[in-house]
């Protein structure tokens, strides 16, 4: 039957060949129709436009987040992810604390000392991989510590975050296998530091503070964790490769960066839009409405695609440009509405130290000949690998 | 080579658009103007937003512009809107004097239920993001709390 409201397709953010090059796709149905309709992952909808994508991060009555963030579901409780104000809300103000921008303002040096440590591992070799050797260590090396995963485990607990990041779709067995593995381990250093002295951190926070009026189980303090490591690992790092990337590719833009010519401020946030690590979350209607033109069902699946909106031409002109010198203030990276990334400002400050760091001590860093792109797939995409060629410095830490 | 699949070519190419016959809003397909798109090249009106030392500044605002945005791209930085305007963080509230209550309206019951998270909370308190600027609010003063936290 003709004149549906919306453009049948195939898309799955899972499929690797989508993850190639979303943004195509997403301008060839938002030039046709601003929604979109999968009969993959259980059949969803998707609006395409900014305004739209922005509309169901915004309208939690309407789009509900309780049955998931993650399509297909994640198979795990995420928390406070999978909650409606107000009772996110009260999740949100407990945690918010430990993630304001005045936090992460005050976390700079020891970022700048993962970074240090990190370049000072390949700096003599005029050589790396800077994803596996700096953006993807970089996150589990920031965030691993503040949770108190000792030193020798970080590298094991990383590599199996970031695999349960990417293979929920992949290996069902064996996603289930490493979240026990994962959920023992963590659990256990939470077990562990009801023993110890008081800290003023978040797993103290989650051992001892009320949440919606009452104290977390393990589990759930667990649930919090595994959110807060998902988010830290392959979204950050996503910038940080694509950024260095587009970077290796426009050295006028390296020169306006070091000048001083562009403020990093405002480069940033047309770095974190243009890369748009996470592309979409899933939410579910509640009532009937009419999105973008086209009328919604109660139960009825709605992925919202950051990519999508970051890409609208409406909203950014020339949207498929990285144009360090435009106001991406609006972008939908971080998600809007209630659900808006808690670790956006952290997020910043670990961009903004792993492109200078890598400006300053690897001036001429370009990417290897021949080297051609490739995207992993799932909520997060992100280069797989980037590697780069230096002519070789000096260490800086002992 | 499947065409529904990434790299077979142009979006004609994806299933069942063929069949829908959907071009250009010739089957309500059409793109729905923004809100803040119709609204602007109607006017500014001046609000004046005072924080807890009595430091005034004053902000042009479009009309249809809602308080809190007004603020955060103004660099009133006792509003942090943290949800970007959709009523679910409590971290844009104000205090509306008794003067201006009348012309900002009264808060929605959903509002209300979000002002319990705001911090030092009171009879005059609203959520900023849920003003938007009308012509009478030329001239109204805005109190921005001591914390949002």
């Not at chain 1, 898309?11 to 929604?35: E, I, T």
């Not at chain 1, 426009?250 to 890369?275: C, M, N, V």
């Not at chain 2, 809100?35 to 430091?55: E, P």
Request: with cysteine; aromatic share 8%.
């Amino acid at each position: 039957m003709a004149d549906k409201p919306f453009i049948e397709t195939h898309y799955s953010h899972h499929d690797p060949a989508f993850a190639q090059d979303p943004y195509g796709f997403f301008a060839g149905v938002r030039s046709k129709c601003p929604m979109g309709h999968s009969d993959q992952l259980g059949s969803f909808y998707f609006p395409t436009t900014y305004d739209g994508v922005k509309r169901v991060f915004s309208e939690f009555r309407t789009f509900t987040s309780t049955e998931g963030a993650g399509l297909p579901d994640q198979m795990v409780r995420l928390l406070p992810v999978d909650l409606d104000p107000p009772q996110h809300t009260r999740w949100r103000r407990v945690l918010n604390r430990f993630f304001t921008s005045e936090a992460a303002a005050e976390d700079r040096a020891r970022i700048q000392t993962v970074a240090d440590t990190l370049v000072d591992d390949f700096i003599e070799r005029g050589r790396a991989d800077a994803v596996n050797e700096l953006t993807r260590p970089f996150l589990a090396m920031t965030m691993l510590p503040v949770l108190g995963v000792p030193l020798e485990d970080r590298q094991m607990i990383g590599q199996k975050l970031l695999w349960m990041v990417h293979n929920r779709l992949v290996d069902h067995e064996g996603w289930i296998k490493c979240y026990q593995e994962v959920d023992a381990y963590l659990t256990g250093l939470v077990a562990k530091r009801r023993l110890e002295p008081r800290r003023n951190d978040l797993v103290q926070c989650l051992i001892e503070e009320e949440f919606d009026g009452r104290r977390l189980s393990d589990t759930e303090g667990y649930q919090v964790i595994l959110l807060t490591l998902f988010g830290a690992l392959d979204s950050t790092s996503s910038a940080m490769s694509s950024s260095l990337y587009h970077l290796a590719r426009h050295p006028a833009d390296k020169q306006r960066l070091l000048s001083g010519e562009t403020p990093w401020e405002g480069a940033l946030e047309e770095f974190i839009r243009f890369s748009t690590p996470i592309q979409g979350l899933r939410r579910q209607v509640t009532q009937p409405t009419e999105l973008e033109g086209c009328p919604l069902e109660p139960g009825v699946n709605v992925l919202a695609l950051c990519g999508a909106g970051n890409r609208d031409p409406e909203k950014f002109p020339e949207p498929d440009l990285c144009l360090i010198d435009r106001d991406a203030r609006d972008h939908l990276s971080f998600g809007a509405g209630a659900h808006v990334c808690i670790g956006r400002h952290f997020a910043r400050v670990m961009l903004q130290t792993c492109l200078e760091t890598v400006l300053r001590r690897l001036p001429d860093y370009d990417v290897e000949p021949g080297f051609e792109p490739d995207y992993t797939a799932s909520e997060a995409r992100a280069l797989k690998t980037l590697p780069i060629v230096f002519t070789p410095g000096p260490r800086v830490l002992a | 080579m499947d065409e529904t699949r990434p790299g077979g070519g142009e979006v004609g190419a994806y299933e069942h658009e063929r069949d829908t016959g959907a071009r250009n809003g010739a089957n309500g397909c059409g793109r729905i103007p923004s809100s803040s798109a119709q609204l602007k090249g109607r006017g500014v009106v001046s609000i004046r937003y005072v924080d807890q030392d009595g430091a005034e500044r004053p902000v042009e605002v479009g009309l249809g512009v809602n308080l809190m945005e007004a603020a955060v791209r103004n660099g009133v930085v006792a509003i942090e809107g943290e949800c970007g305007g959709a009523c679910a963080c409590a971290t844009c509230h104000v205090y509306i004097p008794e003067a201006w209550r009348a012309v900002a309206g009264e808060p929605s019951e959903h509002e209300r239920m979000m002002l319990e998270f705001g911090v030092e909370v009171d009879e005059r308190s609203r959520l900023s993001c849920q003003i938007k600027v009308t012509p009478e609010m030329d001239g109204m003063t805005v109190l921005t709390p001591r914390s949002q936290r």
